[in-house]
């Protein structure tokens, strides 16, 4: 793994960049960015698909408290109807990495997979960066423990659709749901629900 990040040129500071959330129904797409140093204990890391639940949390309390820094940053239902979900995962990323270039100057973003958001510093797309690199592996963790987080509130205010317990993918329970119930505010209309959209929602702020 060590192999693999420093065979790039080495900038003074590389910041990882990934997102989670493109494939749900409802719900923000979130992103994250993390710079971390040299003494970070990259053990704690891992594919945050593959980690459990436990490891991410563990995991996350770790980079929060280590990395030199670290940002998330979201873009609503809307803004995925309004830009298509690539559009909106781009945006993400770019508000999270503004987050951080308030901070300090970023020489080098890595971004998991094969298309960069418009970033003001030299940026590197990898393939499944997520399971292989240690900054995007720990801004996927972020991403997804914070989206996880926000749908298991979202669960409280429109329990009807459980999102707790799938957060916004696309179950067949889910979708049972949306056909009983019709669509939440928070659903993704642009997405196929296989039921028309009832209703227009002023757009939500942002979750960050």
């Known amino acids: 793994m060590e192999n693999e990040l420093f065979a790039f040129e080495t900038p003074d500071l590389i910041c990882g960049i990934d997102e989670?959330?493109?494939g749900p129904l409802a719900g923000p797409?979130?992103?994250?960015?993390?710079?971390?140093?040299?003494a970070f204990p990259l053990s704690i890391l891992g594919d945050s698909k593959q980690l459990t639940e436990k490891q991410r949390l563990y995991a996350e309390e770790?980079?929060?408290?280590e990395a030199l820094y670290w940002a998330v940053a979201s873009a609503s239902a809307q803004e995925i109807d309004r830009f298509n979900i690539l559009g909106a995962s781009l945006l993400a990323m770019k508000r999270s990495y503004l987050k951080i270039k308030k901070e300090i100057p970023i020489s080098l973003?890595?971004?998991d997979g094969n298309q960069r958001p418009d970033l003001d510093c030299a940026t590197k797309t990898i393939v499944k960066g997520d399971a292989t690199i240690?900054?995007?592996?720990a801004a996927s963790i972020?991403?997804?423990n914070l989206r996880d987080r926000y749908m298991v509130l979202c669960d409280k205010k429109w329990?009807?659709?459980?999102?707790?317990?799938?957060?916004?993918?696309p179950t067949e329970e889910h979708r049972k749901a949306c056909l009983l119930y019709g669509l939440s505010p928070i659903h993704r209309r642009s997405f196929h629900i296989e039921i028309p959209a009832k209703h227009d929602h002023a757009e939500q702020q942002l979750l960050f």
Do not use: D, E
């Open 159 to 169: 329990p009807l659709y459980q999102f707790a317990k799938h957060k916004g993918y």
């Open 20 to 22: 989670a959330g493109r």
């Open 109 to 111: 973003a890595l971004v």
């Open 134 to 137: 240690p900054q995007i592996m």
């Open 62 to 65: 770790v980079i929060k408290a």
């Open 29 to 38: 797409v979130v992103a994250s960015a993390v710079v971390l140093g040299p």
């Open 142 to 144: 972020l991403a997804k």
